[in-house]
């Protein structure tokens, strides 16, 4: 079976982290021809560094680092350390990685990488803002059609936002950006905080990660152990959401989740409800929609994939 290629665009970040973690473990179905970071979580020294990081923790230099957009294009940078803590990577001991980035920006690399290769070849999972993606459709038009599937961790409907009352992080950190890729991209597959907040770090989910004794296994657990600690001192649940994971694992096993086409679009202009998305079902015409929202989950399934994956890696 040929191998998809794949880019992911990230701001590391814990659950970007084991995102890339779920991904380096899938070379057979992925090749992984680059990893693109952009200020988010944290700023995007940070995220650059922070995909060096665990690129070196999976055994995966091969996997070129690009940095990214260092701010959003229009709004001030919005971090959010306190659910990542101020590396980004929660308690986990930083390091400098022994590999530098790869020489170029990310945008450049985005454009280059998908224009070369056929069209519809190329897949790209976006666990961040989307500032680079915006950035590399104003260098090139074309990269929209020319894009393969993209996957996308962002946006909420039924649930609220978890960053204001009506926005997500990663569309309110850079709204403007996740509408000029709404307007572009056709087909974009959404995982929204209502696909996300279905599947829990868990007790025994946790345990089972923890029991692999492979590095990545070992760190991801660390990951996953802060998140919960957040969740319970900040947001007063149990089990953290496993939010940018979810991104690969639709890509390895979308059957797993469920979508439903809709025509989304992004809060740009209100100071009150900046980033939130507007997820609109009643279509007239099938041409209307522009995203597939995925709006369930078997998420024991998403964590059983991931463990399989983890011990492999």
Known sequence: MSRTPLIIDCDPGVDDAVALFLAFAAPDVFDLIGITTV????????????????????????????????????????????FHGASGLGDMAVFEPAAPAAAGHAVDFLVQAVMSRPAGSVALAVTGPMTNLAAALALEPRL????????????????????????????????H???????????????????????????DRLAAIAAIPRPAAKAAAELLVFANRVERELVGGTASPL?????????LAPQLFTTRPCRLSVETA?????????????????????ALWVSAVDAQGVFDLLTERLARL
């Open 39 to 82: 200020a988010g979580n944290v700023n995007a020294e940070l995220t650059a560094r922070n995909a060096r990081i665990l690129r070196q923790i999976a055994g995966r230099e091969d996997v070129p680092v690009y940095a990214g957009c260092q701010r959003p294009l229009v709004r001030r940078p919005v971090e959010a350390d306190a």
């Open 144 to 175: 929209a059609s020319h894009l393969g599937q993209v996957v996308a961790m962002g946006g909420a409907r039924s649930e609220g936002g978890n960053i204001t009352a009506s926005a997500e992080y990663n569309i309110y950190a850079d709204p």
């Open 270 to 290: 209100s100071p009150l409800t900046l980033g939130h998305t507007a997820v609109e079902f009643r279509l007239k015409s099938p041409d209307e929609a522009n």
């Open 243 to 251: 939010h940018d994971p979810c991104t690969i694992a639709y890509l």
């Open 177 to 203: 950006a996740a509408q000029v890729v709404f307007e572009a991209c056709r087909d974009v597959v959404v995982l929204g905080l209502d696909a996300t907040h279905q599947v829990r770090a868990t007790d």
